[in-house]
């Protein structure tokens, strides 16, 4: 590993003081994603600041109709959580299935998504279950956060503090994972919520995350897999690479939608 | 350049150390402590050669910093043993053939350790789970689960 200063701060505030007086800072959470960039020298920043002292960031709460989910959280806690399975299953099935368990030991939910990698799977998660992304400084919704390839809403000094899902009537998620590196080829996670119906897709943009929005009104008019037939997904913006062609990628969200409908019925 | 002290346990003793802050638990354990039963495989999380316990649960210790250790208990391959008695789990490895040139294998032992010690009987596809982080490039994985499957009969009779 290479050299930087190393910072540990005992709350958020000081974290984020830190990360604005900094030249040239970089968050450490799991450190799963930020570590092996630096091994490969994509990023070499002069300065870490270390989350993992600051008490509160870690916790799973049931909160009236919504779950709160530190920042700090990792995957094998939400996996685990007897809260998550109880108020959304398909949360806690998600993170249980994020790599394997030594990396669900160390990633965590706020890493995540600050990275907004375009194969990650909590994206879809939040995009599906309208979650609100709380920061030191604001609130920010699913559908502002997320805003392209490693893109977010986020200022160089504001950092997620807590993500809050709103417990839906059914959901559920449903991914082809790469078989060596277990990210998603296509993720697609639903949500039948009160009001509306929300089919994020991960995996499968060149922008990242996205809802599918002819889906979720076939899906509001009746909720089965058989109001998907007769709808396509257009190739056009989807990610070509060694894994899949956009072709086969389109065909697959087509595909998954209708396995994830399906698993939704069945969870309830 | 400024160093970092930590207090740990390592293999149930007591260690102290000071350390550079960029230093990787894989880099203290083999660097600084000499265990070099920790391998280190591709350096980036996604072989599990260097796998270890930290507070009873499985990381990548290439991509943990060894100042995220303070104040928390490791056990590596070297702590499994018991005087001059192997662990039930390494035993099993030994009786089954489930290794071949061995880098992986402590890792590999390690997660089967992690996986019995919180599931003593678990199933086809829990072990599987269990040992997904861990490639082994000689032995097609066959002999490797069933030294799984042994070992997990083995703690059974020790029980």
């Known amino acids: 590993m290479y050299p930087f200063k190393f910072h540990r701060p005992a709350t958020v505030r000081q974290a984020a003081g ?13 450190g799963h994603t930020l570590l092996p960039v630096m091994k490969q020298r994509l990023a070499s920043p002069a300065h870490l600041v270390d989350l993992s002292r600051i008490e509160g960031l870690a916790g799973i709460e049931a909160k009236g109709r919504s779950l709160a989910v530190g920042a700090m959280t990792t ?14 299953p398909a949360l806690a099935d998600l993170a249980g299935q994020i790599g394997d368990p030594a990396v669900r030991h160390r990633g965590t939910l706020g890493g995540s998504l600050a990275n ?63 078989q060596a590196s277990r990210y998603a080829l296509v993720g697609v996670f639903v949500a039948r919520r009160p009001s509306e119906v929300r089919v994020a897709v991960t995996g499968a943009g060149t922008d990242g995350v996205f809802r599918m929005a002819a889906f979720e009104q076939a899906l509001k008019a009746r909720f089965a897999p058989k109001s998907l037939d007769g709808l396509t997904v257009p190739a ?33 | 350049m400024k160093t970092i002290d930590l207090r740990f346990t390592i293999n149930g003793a007591k260690e102290r150390v000071s350390i550079p802050p960029h230093r990787t638990l894989l880099e203290l354990l083999r660097d600084d402590l000499q265990l070099i039963g920790t391998k280190e495989g591709c350096g980036h999380g996604e072989c599990g050669a260097c796998t270890v316990m930290l507070d009873g649960v499985t990381v990548n210790s290439c991509l943990v910093l060894a100042a995220e250790i303070d104040g928390r208990s490791v056990t590596t391959i070297e702590g499994l043993r018991s005087g001059d008695k192997l662990h039930p789990v390494q035993q099993a490895f030994i009786d089954e053939s489930g290794y071949q040139c061995g880098f992986c294998t402590s890792g590999v032992i390690l997660s089967t350790k992690a996986l019995l010690d ?4 678990p199933s086809d596809d829990e072990i599987r789970q269990a040992l997904a982080g861990n490639f082994c490039r000689c032995t097609g994985y066959t002999k490797i689960f069933e030294s799984v499957q042994a070992a997990a009969k083995g703690l059974e009779g020790d029980r």
Do not use: M, W
């Open chain 1, 18 to 30: 830190l990360l604005g007086r900094l030249e040239d800072a970089k968050l450490l959470a799991g």
């Open chain 1, 75 to 88: 995957h094998a806690e939400v996996a685990d959580s007897g809260v998550v399975r109880a108020a959304i």
């Open chain 1, 236 to 268: 056009e913006g989807l990610s070509s690479d060694i894994h899949a062609s956009a072709d086969y990628r389109a065909h697959l969200i087509g595909v998954l939608a209708r396995r994830v409908v399906e698993a939704a019925n069945k969870a309830v």
């Open chain 2, 118 to 121: 919180a599931n003593p009987h």
């Open chain 1, 116 to 178: 907004n990698d375009p194969t990650a799977d909590y994206p879809a998660a939040c995009l599906a279950l309208d979650a609100t992304i709380v920061t030191s400084k604001r609130r920010i919704k699913a559908d502002d956060f997320f805003q392209g390839l490693f893109q977010t809403a986020l200022e160089p000094d504001e950092i997620i503090v807590r993500v809050l899902f709103p417990i839906p009537k059914k959901a559920a998620y449903v991914k082809f994972r790469n």
